[in-house]
C-alpha cells in the first residue's frame, strides 16, 4: 500500500519569503501522479499543482513549484513570494496509474502561516 | 458556475438519525468519489463510483450507502448516525479515474 507521510505539522513564513514544504511517498509503482492540495479556512480543497511521475522536469504554477526526486521518493513544494493568501493546509496527494479510478492517498498534511 | 457542488454544506442532527449528502459535477466526468476528514484533519477515501457502478468500497461501516442515479450524481445516505461520523465529508470528480480529483465544498456533519 501507497504511504504519503508529511513531517512538518506546521510552518510559518513572512510575506513575500520563500518556503519549502516536505513531502515523502513510499510506492513499488513506477507510474503515478502527486499532487498538492490547499485547503484555506474556507475548507474547499484547491488543486495547487500536478506531477506526473514520467516527466523529469519539476512542474511549476506561477509562484509554486515542486521539486520532484523519484529516486529518493520526495516531492517538496515550493511557494515564492509568499503572500497572506497562502496561509492554509498543504496536503500532499499520491495517485497510482496502476489501474483506474485510484483513490487519492493524502498526508496529514502541513499548516502554513503567512506572517505579515 | 459550480463545478463540483454539494448540499448541503453544514448539517447538524442528533444521534440515531438518518441523512443524505448530495453531489453534483457538471464537469462532464465519469468517475466520483466520497472522502472523510475527521477532526484532524486526515482525508481518507470511502467509496468511488465509475459510470454509476461502484468500484471502490474501503472498510467503511454499512450504514454509509453510496448511491449513483446518474454519472453526474453520487449522494450518501448515512443510517443510525454515531458521534464518530462527526466529520467533513467531500466529494471528488475526475475523468477516467485517471486524471486530477476536483472537489466539492464539503459537507460538515456534526452529530450530537
Known amino acids: 500500500a501507497q504511504t504519503v507521510t508529511q513531517s512538518q505539522p506546521e510552518m510559518s513564513v513572512q510575506e513575500a519569503e520563500t518556503v519549502t514544504l516536505s513531502c515523502t511517498y513510499d510506492?513499488?509503482?513506477?507510474?503515478?501522479?502527486l499532487f498538492w492540495y490547499k485547503q484555506p479556512p474556507s475548507r474547499q480543497m484547491i488543486l495547487v499543482i500536478r506531477?506526473?511521475?514520467?516527466?523529469?522536469q519539476n512542474a511549476t504554477e506561477n509562484r509554486f513549484s515542486v521539486n520532484f526526486q523519484k529516486a529518493a521518493k520526495s516531492f517538496s513544494l515550493k511557494i515564492s513570494d509568499s503572500q497572506l493568501g497562502d496561509t492554509a493546509m498543504y496536503f500532499c496527494?499520491?495517485?497510482?496509474?496502476?489501474?483506474?479510478?485510484?483513490?487519492?492517498?493524502f498526508g496529514k498534511g502541513t499548516r502554513l502561516s503567512v506572517i505579515a | 458556475d459550480t463545478a463540483v457542488s454539494q448540499t448541503p454544506k453544514y448539517l447538524v442532527t442528533q444521534m440515531g438519525n438518518d441523512k443524505s449528502i448530495k453531489c453534483e459535477q457538471n464537469?462532464?466526468?465519469?468517475?466520483m468519489y466520497w472522502y472523510k476528514q475527521d477532526s484532524k484533519k486526515f482525508l481518507k477515501i470511502m467509496f468511488s463510483?465509475?459510470?454509476?457502478?461502484?468500484?471502490i468500497n474501503e472498510t467503511v461501516p454499512n450504514r454509509f450507502s453510496p448511491k449513483s442515479p446518474d454519472k453526474a450524481h453520487l449522494n450518501l445516505h448515512i443510517n443510525s448516525l454515531e458521534l464518530g461520523d462527526s466529520a467533513v465529508y467531500f466529494c471528488?470528480?475526475?475523468?477516467?479515474?485517471?486524471?486530477?480529483?476536483?472537489f466539492g465544498p464539503g459537507t460538515r456533519l456534526l452529530v450530537l
Open positions: 471528488a470528480s475526475t475523468l477516467g479515474g485517471l486524471e486530477t480529483q476536483y
Open positions: 510506492t513499488s509503482e513506477s507510474n503515478y501522479y
Open positions: 506531477q506526473e511521475a514520467y516527466k523529469q
Open positions: 496527494a499520491f495517485m497510482t496509474l496502476f489501474s483506474g479510478n485510484t483513490p487519492l492517498v
Open positions: 464537469l462532464g466526468h465519469d468517475t
Open positions: 463510483y465509475n459510470n454509476k457502478e461502484l468500484i
